[in-house]
């Protein structure tokens, strides 16, 4: 207990850094998506040093659902986000996020980091 006041009164706290909170937030971004495996990037977060969080939306009126997963993602391996739904994912430094549709279907990206 004396350790913890001794923390408070210098001023010091136990709580967690908010380096976790987005900083830097994209302006968003439509991608197409096909049937070959697509990136889902937002163009105005072109810095790939820091790790960020990825949003993905396929509106309500899309034909079908993406898959999402690695470079080598497939509609039969793939993650489904159906029309109506988003799909959210913390991306360390450097990787990407891919997408494949069994028939094109535009989807809204934004990332923050």
Do not use: F, K, N
Not at 51 to 59: D, F
Not at 84 to 89: A, D, L, N, P, R
Request: aromatic content about 4%.
């Amino acid at each position: 207990m004396r350790i913890l006041t001794l923390l408070c009164l210098l001023g010091l706290t136990l709580l967690p850094r908010e380096a976790s909170a987005a900083s830097v937030i994209g302006t968003g971004a439509a991608v197409t998506v096909g049937t070959t495996a697509t990136v889902l990037d937002d163009p105005s977060i072109d810095d790939q040093r820091y790790g960020r969080t990825l949003l993905v939306c396929v509106p309500e009126t899309a034909a079908g659902p993406i898959y999402v997963g690695s470079a080598q993602v497939t509609t039969s391996g793939g993650m489904p986000v159906h029309p109506g739904q988003c799909y959210s994912i913390q991306l360390a430094r450097g990787t990407r996020l891919y997408a494949i549709a069994e028939s094109a279907v535009q989807v809204r990206v934004q990332e923050a980091y």
